[in-house]
Each structure stands twice: as structure tokens, then as C-alpha cells.
């Protein structure tokens, strides 16, 4: 059986339509999955939505609905995204699941037996936006003298019966587990703010409510529902059967990446890994949070009116278009921003002029010259070697930077193949090859075929729709990991005898919306 891998998105809070920091998310964590899957890993790759919390039933309350409708509307939102952005999951959990909620009640009975839950009395400040709890030392004062989270989220006092997790008893555990395990927080920005968030010292965290009732009922505890983000963060145990620990799904845990955006780490790295020593259940292998996605270098939000639409912008340019825009254009781990203009150009430099372009060419011109027939063996040369050799560094060097999440590397790693591979036909002039030297067209032409499928499966895991219509076009149908690393299909199609039909564009060049022909 071939190795496990664990990937999650974090649960989406679906208090209002998904913008494209969910699209980016979502997309990056399915590039990985594509990406290992191909790799001939036993990939599990789970996405959701987080569909508990005073902010739901505040707004539900608002529109005349039941937290459940609500949260059916809301939900529904994010898993047609995933399907509109092709984001190839294998289960898009609901907090809302039936095995969702014996799942937390487990790790919730597991904790209290281990004696870290305790009932008390809870004074302090709470963001109702960011359901998260803030100590007086992290706040901030905003305008009218508003208390603000270190998120710029209002915060309001809150007095309650609560249950109390006994995170202080995980502080030097945790520093232990941060000074062990360098790679357990990425990126290193983001691993320096939590240790030194928790050397700072931790307080006890409370984990329950009374002042609401849409949530997982504690336990052995009428009135009390688990804070959201116990609730929350245990999804990534549903998705694996717990508590059942010999279910078919068990082997996947512990989960290899929890990637998440810069502004819940504290809740993966920190409350996360204390819940799970608590339980006494593995610990996940890494948790990377990733930067924002800003429009046109601004930070989006509802008041300035500039949060951008996923499936908008997909409408506009494709699907493959926004996938590759993202991965190539953001360092992985840090802030990026968008445009139209920049997916337009990104689009249309990379994929319609130089990939598009060449695979375009190339097969037309067989399909015209050669009726389709693969070119035979003909009289070789160094620069085809070299080309070739090029290729096959290209994919070590994507492979590797997509193993350490370094996904816009291993983007430019492709780009220079291709960039490559345009400066072997223009030099090889094929076209002219065909009067000239008939054997040294067939050798050129058959590179070049070799080429562009090595370059589709690369990039495979980024644009899954139009790498495989290149890769189909040459007959390579089959997308399980034996079949694209078959190195055999050339002799293996040309024996078939196989005929490329006269291949179809598809990478069109796009325009910006508002120059799109009406």
C-alpha cells in the first residue's frame, strides 16, 4: 500500500459568501493534493465549513432564520465553489455532520478524563467576529475608544459560566514540541510570532458557552455548548473516523498539512496541539499558514467595497487561468496581490503565448505534415538531449520545491522548461526542416511531442483541465500515477499506431472584462 498523506484546508466560517482568499486556499491545498496523488502517494484531502458560533446565530437571528438555515444557505456557498474551482476533495466536511458531533463529544471526554477541563466562572474580552477570546495586553483602542483584537475586530466583555481547558499546563510541552520540531510551524514568520506569543505565558482557555445554544452540547453538561474552535478543529479528526481508532480512515492520521491562513495560527499551532497532548492523540506533522490575497495591494473588505469573487473572475477567465494566476504569481507563505490585469497578463505570457503556443504548433503541424503520425526515430542531435535534459532537471527542481510547499518555485522551475523548449523549435525550425531534412524534422518534432507531455504532467496538479486536454490530445487518457510515469508510451503509441487529430486550442488569450467584445 502506498504511503499516506493528510492534507486539510482550514474549515471555512461561513458567515457570509466565499471571496478569493477561500478560492486560494482552496486551490493551493488541491495543487499539493493533485500533486502527491501523482506523486503515487494514498492522498486524503479534506475541505469544509465551520458552521457554529455566536456570529451565525447572530446573523441568522438577523435575517429571520434558524441557525440551521442559515448555515444550509451558507454552506452550500463554499462547496459549489470547490466544485466550480475543481478542487478535487475527497470530503467536504460540516460541523454540522452527525459523526462530526461524536467526534468532538470523544475528544471533549478524553480531555476532562485527563482532568484539563474544569468549570469556572469566565470574565474577559471577546471578539464576536473572530469567535476568539483576547487577554487585556493583546488589545488595541480604535476610534471612540473601541477595543479592537490584534485581528481590528471589535471586542466586547463577556461574564459567563464557562469550562476551562488548563492550556497553561501546555506551555513548556508546546515550547518543547516548537524546539523539536522546527518544521511543525511554516512559514518562519509565522513560527517566530507563536513561540513567542507562547513563552509570553498561557492562560487557561475557556471552552465552553451558555449564552448561545448553536453548537456541540458538552457532555454531561446541560446548557453548555464547546466553544467553536474545540468544535472546529476536531473536524480534522472526523475525517479520519475518530474516535473509532481502527476505522478504514484511521491510517491517515496523523495529518501531514493543515494549511491555514496567517491569522488562525494560534489556534492550529497553539490550542490545537495542547487538545491533542491532552487526548493523548498524535500530533498533525506541520501547519502552514499562508499570506493573504489582496486587491491591487489592498487588504479586502465589505466597507471599501473591493472583495473579489472567485467564480466571478473564473467567469471572466477561466478556471485554469485563476489556479496558475495564484500559485505562480505569490510566494507561497506571504501576501500576494491581484488584478484583472495581472491574471490577464500572467495568463496570456505564460500559458497562451509560451505553453499554449508550442504545444499548439508542434501538433499541428504533425497532424498536418505527417497525418497525424508520431515522428519516427530520425537523425538526432546534441540540442535534442540537451532539451530533453532540460526538461527532466525542470521536474526535479518543481518536484522539490512542491515537496517543501514552495509552489510558485516550482511554477518558474516549469516556465523556464517551456521558455526552453520555445527556443529549440524556433532554432530547429521544424517548417523548414520539412524540404530540407525530412529525417532531422521527424527527430526535432519527435522531442518536442516527448517534451510538452513531460511539461503537461508537471503542471498537472495546477491547471488539472488544460494540461489534460494537451495530454489527451496525445492519447494520454489515463491519469493514475503508473500510467503518466510510464516511459514507454512513445514506443507504445506509435506501435498502437496512433494519430494525433488536429489538435484544438486550449489556452484562448484572454482580454480584460471591461474589453471583452459585447
Same mark, same amino acid.
Given at each position: 500500500m502506498s504511503e499516506p498523506y493528510y492534507i486539510t484546508t482550514a474549515i471555512h466560517y461561513p458567515n457570509g459568501k466565499p471571496h478569493i482568499g477561500h478560492a486560494y486556499e482552496m486551490i493551493a491545498a488541491d495543487a499539493i493534493a493533485r500533486f502527491q496523488r501523482q506523486a503515487g502517494r494514498d492522498v486524503r484531502f479534506q475541505t469544509g465549513t465551520d458552521e457554529h458560533g455566536l456570529k451565525i446565530a447572530q446573523t441568522a437571528r438577523a435575517r429571520d432564520l434558524t441557525p440551521r438555515q442559515l448555515a444550509d444557505e451558507m454552506s452550500a456557498y463554499f462547496s459549489d465553489m470547490a466544485n466550480d474551482l475543481n478542487i478535487s476533495y475527497d470530503r467536504f466536511i460540516r460541523t454540522v455532520d452527525p459523526d462530526h458531533y461524536a467526534a468532538s463529544q470523544a475528544i471533549w471526554a478524553a480531555m476532562e478524563a485527563k482532568g484539563d477541563l474544569y468549570l469556572d466562572r469566565y470574565e474577559g474580552w471577546y471578539s464576536v467576529r473572530d469567535e476568539a477570546f483576547y487577554e487585556e495586553k493583546e488589545l488595541t483602542e480604535g476610534e471612540g475608544g473601541v477595543k479592537l483584537s490584534p485581528q481590528g475586530t471589535p471586542v466586547e466583555w463577556t461574564a459567563e459560566e464557562t469550562w476551562f481547558f488548563r492550556l497553561s499546563k501546555y506551555q513548556q510541552p508546546l515550547l518543547d514540541l516548537y524546539a523539536a520540531n522546527p518544521d511543525f510551524i511554516r512559514p518562519e514568520r509565522s513560527r517566530n510570532e507563536v513561540v513567542k506569543f507562547v513563552e509570553g505565558g498561557l492562560v487557561d482557555l475557556s471552552v465552553s458557552r451558555t449564552s448561545f445554544d448553536?453548537?456541540?452540547?458538552?457532555?454531561?453538561?446541560?446548557?453548555?455548548?464547546?466553544?467553536?474552535?474545540?468544535?472546529?478543529?476536531?473536524?480534522?479528526?472526523? /475525517?479520519? $473516523?475518530? %474516535? *473509532?481508532?481502527?476505522?478504514? !480512515? &484511521?491510517?491517515?492520521?496523523? =495529518?501531514?498539512?493543515?494549511?491555514?491562513?496567517?491569522?488562525?495560527?494560534?489556534?492550529?499551532?497553539?490550542?490545537?496541539?495542547?487538545?491533542?497532548?491532552?487526548?493523548?492523540?498524535?500530533?498533525?506533522?506541520?501547519?502552514?499558514?499562508?499570506?493573504?490575497?489582496?486587491?491591487?495591494?489592498?487588504?479586502?473588505?465589505?466597507?471599501?467595497?473591493?472583495?473579489?469573487?472567485?467564480?466571478?473572475?473564473?467567469?471572466?477567465?477561466?478556471?485554469?487561468?485563476?489556479?496558475?494566476?495564484?500559485?505562480?504569481?505569490?510566494?507561497?507563505?506571504?501576501?500576494?496581490?491581484?488584478?484583472?490585469?495581472?491574471?490577464?497578463?500572467?495568463?496570456?505570457?505564460?500559458?497562451?503565448?509560451?505553453?499554449?503556443?508550442?504545444?499548439?504548433?508542434?501538433?499541428?503541424?504533425?497532424?498536418?505534415?505527417?497525418?497525424?503520425?508520431?515522428?519516427?526515430? /530520425?537523425? $538526432?542531435? %546534441? *540540442?535534442?538531449?540537451?532539451? !530533453? &535534459?532540460?526538461?527532466?532537471? =525542470?521536474?526535479?527542481?518543481?518536484?522539490?520545491?512542491?515537496?517543501?510547499?514552495?509552489?510558485?518555485?516550482?511554477?518558474?522551475?516549469?516556465?523556464?522548461?517551456?521558455?526552453?523548449?520555445?527556443?529549440?523549435?524556433?532554432?530547429?525550425?521544424?517548417?523548414?526542416?520539412?524540404?530540407?531534412?525530412?529525417?532531422?524534422?521527424?527527430?526535432?518534432?519527435?522531442?518536442?511531442?516527448?517534451?510538452?507531455?513531460?511539461?503537461?504532467?508537471?503542471?498537472?496538479?495546477?491547471?488539472?483541465?488544460?494540461?489534460?486536454k494537451i495530454l489527451d490530445q496525445l492519447g494520454q487518457d489515463a491519469r493514475d500515477h503508473e500510467a503518466l510515469d510510464d516511459k514507454g508510451w512513445y514506443d507504445a503509441a506509435m506501435a498502437s499506431d496512433f494519430r494525433l487529430a488536429p489538435p484544438t486550442g486550449v489556452f484562448p488569450r484572454l482580454v480584460l472584462a471591461e474589453e471583452a467584445p459585447v
Open positions: 448553536w453548537g456541540v452540547p458538552v457532555p454531561g453538561s446541560p446548557g453548555h455548548v464547546m466553544y467553536v474552535w474545540v468544535d472546529a478543529l476536531t473536524n480534522y479528526l472526523t /475525517g479520519t $473516523g475518530y %474516535p *473509532a481508532r481502527d476505522s478504514e !480512515l &484511521a491510517h491517515y492520521w496523523p =495529518a501531514n498539512l493543515h494549511l491555514i491562513g496567517k491569522d488562525i495560527t494560534r489556534f492550529h499551532a497553539v490550542y490545537w496541539p495542547a487538545f491533542l497532548m491532552s487526548a493523548e492523540i498524535p500530533l498533525p506533522r506541520q501547519v502552514f499558514a499562508h499570506g493573504f490575497i489582496l486587491n491591487r495591494g489592498e487588504k479586502m473588505s465589505k466597507s471599501t467595497g473591493n472583495v473579489a469573487d472567485p467564480i466571478e473572475l473564473t467567469r471572466l477567465y477561466g478556471v485554469d487561468a485563476l489556479r496558475y494566476f495564484l500559485l505562480r504569481e505569490v510566494a507561497f507563505g506571504n501576501d500576494g496581490s491581484f488584478s484583472d490585469e495581472a491574471i490577464v497578463t500572467r495568463a496570456n505570457a505564460d500559458l497562451a503565448n509560451s505553453f499554449g503556443n508550442l504545444a499548439q504548433r508542434t501538433l499541428s503541424f504533425i497532424a498536418k505534415n505527417l497525418e497525424g503520425a508520431l515522428p519516427e526515430a /530520425g537523425r $538526432g542531435d %546534441p *540540442a535534442d538531449a540537451e532539451l !530533453l &535534459a532540460t526538461i527532466d532537471e =525542470a521536474g526535479r527542481e518543481f518536484r522539490t520545491a512542491f515537496d517543501s510547499l514552495a509552489l510558485n518555485q516550482g511554477l518558474e522551475a516549469w516556465m523556464r522548461a517551456v521558455f526552453a523548449c520555445n527556443q529549440y523549435i524556433d532554432v530547429q525550425a521544424p517548417w523548414a526542416l520539412r524540404k530540407t531534412d525530412p529525417e532531422r524534422m521527424h527527430a526535432v518534432l519527435g522531442t518536442l511531442v516527448r517534451a510538452i507531455r513531460d511539461l503537461a504532467i508537471l503542471v498537472l496538479p495546477v491547471i488539472p483541465d488544460s494540461a489534460g
